[in-house]
């Protein structure tokens, strides 16, 4: 079985061989890795940084006419 983990907590439901996350956002930063556990026991990756950066608006103003 498999379990990711964000920051050392388990994500809920994500239990799959793989973790997709559709649209990211600020809050997803962080660090991920997964426990894969079998009947021989149970190991967990190392762990991989995610950042997330936001995009800055930018402001356009046009000349008077």
Same mark, same amino acid.
């Given at each position: 079985? %498999?379990?990711?983990?964000?920051?050392?907590?388990?994500i809920?439901?994500?239990t799959?061989? &793989? %973790? #997709? $996350?559709s =649209? @990211? *956002?600020?809050g997803d930063?962080? =660090? %991920?890795? @997964? #426990? *894969?556990t079998?009947? %021989?026991?149970? *190991? &967990?990756? =190392?762990?991989?940084?995610? =950042? *997330?950066?936001? $995009?800055? !608006?930018?402001?356009?103003?046009?000349?008077? !006419?």
């Amino acid at each position: 079985s %498999y379990q990711w983990l964000k920051d050392a907590s388990a994500i809920s439901n994500a239990t799959n061989a &793989t %973790y #997709t $996350i559709s =649209s @990211c *956002v600020l809050g997803d930063a962080g =660090s %991920y890795s @997964c #426990t *894969v556990t079998n009947a %021989y026991g149970s *190991v &967990t990756s =190392s762990s991989a940084y995610l =950042s *997330v950066d936001a $995009i800055r !608006p930018r402001l356009h103003f046009k000349g008077q !006419p």
